[in-house]
């Protein structure tokens, strides 16, 4: 690897390092705020604020509908590669968080060649907790159209182009839903008309909303989130940086005298080569 290339994948995964961070200080900040405004809410004794909270925390945990597939104890959670993989990568993942965007555009290639070797299976909860701080619908959205395209068996792939379109964090983009329909044009079989009904109409906003009622439950306050086999490696595991290379070596260890999975794409695009890794992935840093 040159010299650039080097200091181009420091930089990204440094600025995972500082989003994340950002984000847990807006979190502790957004928890002050909560705190302070339901202080003043009871103070008040404003009865429509009071019924509004009420109606929010009755919501059901448990979504009327599911995207097909998921699995899990209430469904909510997406499954990506073999189930009968050795390992399990769990990942909390928002549309809008852009420490994501830059992880998946640095690991995408990586975690959907481990998939297809059938060295791990990959859990993903997709959470919307920024367009509480920054106003938008795009995390929402993104994560609706991400279950729509669960529906349709294209989710990795779909979730693939959502990353490496993303837009900035204060850029809600994906609130259009027209972007997110045009962006399923880039995955042959997933613009339908159903795709389509199904992003219109926010088929699965309560299944959304009960995602991110499970994050909020969680000691998990940051995304990325991820888990090898329940070991938290993001951003490092133990002593170690992460980097697509260690996650190779982490996963094989882990797998060692263990029988892999069904190797195989599983409906989805066969992971890109090294070579198209580059050019489906350009570097963050880039522009």
Known sequence: MSEKNREG??????????????????????KKLIVGGSVLAVIAAAAITGVLVQNQRSKPETPAAAPAGTIGDKNLVIP????????????????????CGIF?????ATIDQLEDAGKIYTNAHI?????RAVPGKGSKNGANALACAQDAGHFRDFHDVLYRNQPDET????????????????????????????????????????VQQDFDKSSYKSTPTVLLNGKPIFPKNG???????????????????????????????????AAASEANNPSPTAG
């Open 171 to 210: 850029n809600d983009a994906f609130g259009n839903k027209a972007v997110l329909l045009n962006l399923a044009k880039q995955v042959d079989g997933l613009d339908t008309p159903e795709f389509q009904a199904c992003v219109n109409d926010n088929k699965y906003g309560g299944w959304v909303s009960s």
């Open 127 to 131: 959470v919307s907790f920024i367009d």
């Open 9 to 30: 994948k420091r930089t990204a995964r440094e600025r995972m390092l500082e989003q994340r961070a950002a984000e847990r200080a807006s979190s502790r900040r957004r």
């Open 239 to 273: 002593d170690e940086e992460i980097t697509p290379a260690n996650l190779v070596k982490w996963v094989d260890a882990a797998n060692q005298g263990k029988q892999l999975g069904t190797a195989g794409s599983h409906g989805q695009t066969p992971a890109p080569t």
């Open 104 to 108: 998946e555009r640095e690991f995408s």
């Open 80 to 99: 990506v590669g073999a189930s009968n993989a050795p390992s399990v990568l769990t990942v909390y993942e928002d549309p809008r968080c852009p420490a």
